[in-house]
């Protein structure tokens, strides 16, 4: 039998910002119409940039030398693009309750000789601090912890409100709307045959859907489409196939690494992305402490784009040995890291959350879990898991433990782990092998898994062998169709 491979190719500026320049150059235009001349949203700031300016004004010091930071990150960043809005915090603060009165919408643009494009908005705040986070003094800006403070706070009330039904305004078939004919074929372009509504579970009558806009974005599939088969299968199922690894979230690959060492240097040369900071470093012991049972393994990247499904799954059977939420940071980018490609030919704006996204394994907020795998067969001495939240929300929620079994720490390939709420991710899955044997990234038919494929949640992203033993191409397995 056959199966799709359960891949596309996808641009990797295919994530938070819109992959159309225009659209992107288009709504900064429309966002920043009259800020700059003191124009001021009706009602005033919302809650969330309240809570962000009074985190601010705890410390009135701290706070002149954050607006001389913000000021110096501003000119810096003009230097790079003419599109650098933002002139002053207060423009900022304005800014952002333009962009948080209401839900993320689809934007529509006409790109030219009357050819109408759509793209998600699905950051807004990151528009607003993408430009002055690759600069020199964002990145000290951003690094700092009461800013981090402010910015959490500011984004718990977002979320707090994507949490409501008054987010659910962005949940219709109108223009701007998610189930609008344009946003539908954008969430539906990587289903494969399937619609939008035979793949995922819905709370309400079309056209709405669903409650509220976090309910939206974390929604479930289905487990059967409409001709009874599953929706997305576990392909192939285990049975004689122990070695095979699962791709846990719904992604597009950006990178993968063999060999690690607990202080290692990999992905981008020059710059230490060391396991055991991965893990938390000095500050979470018990979870750093893995990094030396995990030298030798292998590692794959990949980051999750707005239609995407949203919720993580166990990549093997094992049980969870650990599971915390690491606090972290939010906009920060190194701008220190060198030889970092340009994923938009041509385009200096945006995307720099996604080309540093290997720094941020180590910098963002996020989420480990430590997981041992239970079959023999399998020949994985231990997996690290981690979920990285990056921008707006960055909100990881563990939910495996709140399954009404007697073992919750036992799971099977597939078991749901946890949810991503609105706001960037993207995962790292540290593999380490038993000694005699090698992870490879290939999928069920023997093809590399590699850079910029998206590929569905359950598919096969690695297999482990024996070192001696090399995988023949084109390998025949029994699936699931």
């Known amino acids: 039998m056959s199966v799709s491979s359960g891949f596309t190719e996808?641009?990797?500026?295919?994530?938070?910002?819109?992959?159309?320049?225009?659209?992107?150059?288009?709504?900064?235009?429309?966002?920043?119409?009259?800020?700059?001349?003191g124009g001021f949203p009706a009602g005033g700031y919302t809650p969330a940039v309240q809570a962000f300016l009074k985190e601010l004004d705890k410390d009135p010091i701290?706070?002149?030398?954050?607006?001389?930071?913000?000021?110096?990150?501003?000119?810096?960043?003009?230097?790079?693009?003419?599109?650098?809005?933002?002139?002053?915090?207060?423009?900022?603060?304005?800014?952002?309750?333009?962009?948080l009165v209401g839900p993320p919408k689809f934007y529509k643009a006409n790109i030219g000789q009357d050819t109408i494009v759509g793209d998600p908005i699905g950051v807004p705040v990151y528009f607003i601090f993408d430009?002055?986070?690759?600069?020199?003094?964002?990145?000290?800006?951003?690094?700092?912890?009461?800013?981090?403070?402010?910015?959490?706070?500011?984004?718990?009330?977002?979320?707090?409100y994507l949490e409501s039904e008054a987010s659910s305004s962005a949940l219709t078939d109108k223009e701007g709307g998610w189930f609008s004919d344009s946003a539908l074929a954008f969430l539906e372009s990587d289903l494969g045959d399937l619609h939008f509504d035979d793949t995922y579970i819905t709370e309400l009558e079309k056209p709405q859907r669903y409650k509220t806009w976090d309910s939206f974005f974390t929604r479930k599939f289905k487990q059967k489409r409409p001709d009874g088969k599953p929706v997305r299968p576990i392909n192939p199922q285990r049975g004689d196939h122990s070695f095979f690894i699962y791709n846990p979230c719904e992604s597009t690959v950006l990178c993968s690494a063999s060999d690690v060492r607990s202080c290692d240097t990999f992905w981008i040369k020059g710059k230490n992305y060391s396991l055991y900071e991965m893990l938390g470093g000095d500050e979470y012991c018990d979870l750093s402490n893995y990094a030396k049972d995990l030298e030798g393994g292998a590692i794959i990247l990949s980051y999750l784009a707005p239609q995407d499904y949203h919720?993580?799954?166990?990549?093997?059977?094992?049980?969870?040995?650990?599971?915390?939420?690491?606090?972290?940071?939010?906009?920060?980018?190194?701008?220190?890291?060198?030889?970092?490609?340009?994923?938009?030919?041509?385009?200096?704006?945006?995307?720099?959350?996604?080309?540093?996204?290997?720094?941020?394994?180590?910098?963002?907020?996020?989420?480990?879990?430590?997981?041992?795998?239970?079959?023999?067969?399998?020949?994985?001495?231990?997996?690290?898991?981690?979920?990285?939240?990056?921008?707006?929300?960055?909100?990881?929620?563990?939910?495996?433990?709140?399954r009404s079994t007697p073992?919750?720490?036992?799971?099977?390939?597939?078991?749901?782990?946890?949810?991503?709420?609105?706001?960037?991710?993207?995962?790292?899955?540290?593999?380490?092998?038993?000694?005699?044997?090698?992870?490879?990234?290939?999928?069920?038919?023997?093809?590399?898994?590699?850079?910029?494929?998206?590929?569905?949640?359950?598919?096969?992203?690695?297999?482990?062998?024996?070192?001696?033993?090399?995988?023949v191409s084109g390998s025949s397995y029994d699936v699931v169709l």
């Open 407 to 471: 073992h919750p720490e036992q799971v099977e390939v597939g078991t749901e782990l946890g949810i991503f709420h609105f706001g960037g991710s993207a995962y790292a899955l540290v593999v380490k092998p038993e000694k005699g044997y090698k992870v490879i990234f290939q999928d069920v038919y023997d093809s590399p898994v590699k850079s910029g494929q998206h590929r569905w949640i359950h598919s096969v992203i690695a297999q482990v062998r024996p070192e001696n033993q090399s995988c």
């Open 62 to 99: 701290n706070k002149e030398e954050i607006l001389s930071l913000f000021n110096v990150a501003i000119e810096q960043a003009q230097k790079f693009s003419e599109s650098t809005r933002s002139k002053t915090l207060m423009i900022s603060c304005r800014s952002l309750t333009k962009s």
């Open 311 to 402: 919720r993580w799954h166990s990549p093997v059977a094992g049980t969870v040995l650990a599971a915390k939420i690491l606090d972290g940071s939010y906009y920060a980018n190194d701008v220190a890291v060198e030889h970092v490609p340009d994923f938009l030919s041509g385009d200096s704006n945006g995307a720099h959350m996604i080309r540093l996204q290997p720094w941020l394994n180590l910098a963002s907020t996020r989420t480990v879990l430590v997981i041992k795998p239970t079959d023999v067969n399998s020949h994985i001495d231990l997996i690290a898991f981690i979920l990285i939240g990056m921008v707006e929300v960055s909100s990881c929620e563990i939910t495996y433990d709140k």
């Open 131 to 160: 430009l002055i986070s690759n600069t020199p003094a964002g990145y000290r800006l951003l690094c700092r912890n009461d800013v981090n403070a402010a910015l959490k706070a500011l984004l718990t009330k977002w979320g707090k």
């Open 10 to 37: 996808r641009s990797l500026y295919h994530t938070r910002l819109p992959p159309t320049p225009v659209i992107h150059r288009q709504f900064l235009n429309d966002h920043f119409s009259g800020l700059s001349r």
